[in-house]
């Protein structure tokens, strides 16, 4: 296992050693696991197996984030310019994104040269939109880093579930207004999913294509220029796909469909989780305050953390968007969520229990103390919330 060491002139020696360097070789891993769902589908014949990939995303893994529990730990803040440079944890992401183009092109093999029942088609166009998903947290990972490189494989890890407009929108419109009523992206206290997606989806979609469109017209170039980041990923999108649909017929049109859609479903539901509620403030001059830990949900969940970059230390992440993934943070007293993404997903699906299981927490976080005035609540639930958790406040 590797040391990173600094003699400090007050601390003296400090040393570390990620015990997780290796274990993050599950990230890479994990887009591949519907490819043990075909395997046992060509061993055994049956169609069921290749569901099996559902049963460990959904089930398997917020089980094992129960048993086995959370990391607290930190890195020490001295080594960690030693632990960004380090080429190891790059050098996964980046090895992640042809996994994703593998998986696709086979489960569209699969689909495109059986005779498979709809249920088996429509099982399998949700899986591989579900790992294709990770691609759009891979393309997250790599879209925040200033090299060439990282830069175009988020374009190509993107060009999977056919979002390319997302690291554009992401780093110039989510983190500018993450938090705050004016996002699409950050979800509000009694806002369910299946509402959320109707504002998060076109509205991001929305603000993504206008920012390109702005940077391209400052720089005195045409939206539709081959510079437009956007239309770079969505070229590649139409090739891979378009080639897909000419490889194995017609059968592809709905099976990427549903594939794109329930790609698209697992990042709605990752932004869902993530702001829930929480609110920065506007100041006097009419700018938020500066996003802090507090305004996003964290979880330290040790397996989901481990099949997601660390994607799941969100604090951290917001709060300071260029660190890489091997050296993101736990901090005291922020939201934290009561399982991994995959367990939340699972309750986000179903409000009432939702509701029941995040708003009381809101109301306690620590900088919210039940002020209801300092939570982003849905405006056509605000009367409600107020009446149930209202402390003689006004509504505005």
């Not at 632990?83 to 050098?91: A, G, H, K, M, S």
């Not at 206008?210 to 510079?227: A, F, V």
């Not at 017929?249 to 702001?275: C, D, K, R």
């Not at 996003?296 to 994607?311: K, P, Q, R, T």
């Amino acid at each position: 296992m590797k040391t990173y060491q600094l003699n400090h002139p007050e601390q003296g020696l400090i040393s570390y050693s990620d015990k997780k360097r290796y274990l993050w070789i599950n990230s890479f891993l994990m887009p591949a696991f519907p490819l043990m769902g075909v395997f046992f589908y060509y061993r055994s014949g049956s169609e069921w197996m290749l569901a099996l990939p559902l049963v460990v995303n959904y089930l398997l893994l917020p089980i094992l984030d129960w048993l086995i529990g959370s990391d607290e730990n930190n890195p020490p803040e001295e080594l960690v310019p030693q632990l960004e440079q380090d080429n190891y944890y790059r050098i996964l992401t980046c090895l992640t994104v042809p996994m994703h183009f593998v998986v696709l092109i086979a489960l569209a093999y699969v689909v495109g040269t059986n005779d498979l029942s709809s249920w088996s088609i429509l099982a399998t166009a949700i899986v591989a939109g579900g790992y294709s998903g990770l691609g759009i947290n891979t393309a997250h990972e790599l879209g925040h880093k200033q090299t060439a490189i990282e830069q175009f494989m988020a374009k190509l890890a993107l060009a999977v579930p056919a979002y390319g407009h997302f690291c554009v929108e992401h780093n110039r419109g989510h983190h500018v207004l993450v938090a705050t009523p004016d996002d699409p992206a950050s979800s509000r206290m009694g806002e369910s999913i299946y509402a959320f997606i109707w504002r998060e989806i076109p509205g991001t979609m929305v603000r993504g294509w206008n920012l390109e469109k702005t940077r391209l017209r400052n720089k005195g170039l045409s939206t539709w220029s081959p510079q437009n980041e956007i239309l770079q990923s969505y070229l590649l999108s139409a090739i891979l796909q378009g080639s897909l649909i000419y490889l194995f017929g017609w059968v592809m049109v709905p099976f990427l469909a549903i594939h794109n859609f329930w790609a698209w479903y697992q990042l709605t539901s990752a932004n869902y989780i993530e702001h829930y509620g929480l609110l920065r403030a506007k100041q006097a001059n009419g700018r938020y305050e500066r996003c802090q830990p507090h305004h996003s949900w964290n979880a330290n969940y040790i397996m989901s953390n481990l099949a997601l970059f660390h994607l799941q230390r969100h604090s951290d992440h917001h709060a300071n968007p260029m660190r890489r993934y091997q050296s993101l943070r736990n901090f005291e007293d922020i939201p934290e969520l009561p399982n991994g993404y995959y367990g939340m997903y699972l309750i986000a699906y179903i409000p009432w229990l939702w509701y029941k299981i995040m708003d009381h927490r809101v109301i306690a976080l620590p900088h919210i103390q039940g002020d209801l005035s300092k939570v982003n609540i849905c405006p056509k639930k605000r009367d409600a919330i107020y009446a149930r958790y209202g402390n003689n406040q006004t509504p505005a």
